[in-house]
């Protein structure tokens, strides 16, 4: 049970600071437009949901390798814990300013990302039985 829970844990904590130090580098990509109090435009938006897109698959993975078995319900909570904090963020943010598909790409891409990051992992089990 505590290693279920440091599992689903560990992965949504290190997908959060994986995604907060995206920000240093998406400003050296986009400089004077990734700036900490100004919405930027939608190029870097772009990319920093990409680069959110990755992370997600990333920690996914993870979260259904290290999982004790079934590795579906492990990536199933960090998906339910995910979306939650994501709503509970957004839902201050609305009326910010902020193009509202960003939020939105950022909430319909999580159970994506962690799907393709639980089948990821189910094949490099395929693969290791084989």
Known sequence: MLK??????????????????????????????FVHGRIPSDVPLIASTAFFVVISIF????????????????????????EAIGLATIVPSWSTGWPHWYFLSWLLSWP????????????RAELAAA
């Not at 907060?20 to 004077?32: K, N």
């Not at 920690?59 to 995910?82: E, I, K, N, Q």
């Not at 799907?115 to 992992?121: C, D, F, K």
Request: overall charge positive.
């Open 112 to 123: 994506v990302s962690c799907w393709i990051g639980l089948l990821l992992a189910g094949r």
């Open 4 to 33: 279920s829970i440091g599992v689903v844990a560990g992965s949504y904590v290190l997908s959060l600071i994986l995604v907060m130090l995206t920000d240093p580098l998406l400003s050296r990509l986009f400089p004077g437009d």
């Open 59 to 82: 920690c996914a993975w993870l979260c259904a390798r290290f999982a004790p078995s079934p590795a579906t319900r492990h990536v199933l909570w960090f998906f339910v814990v995910g």
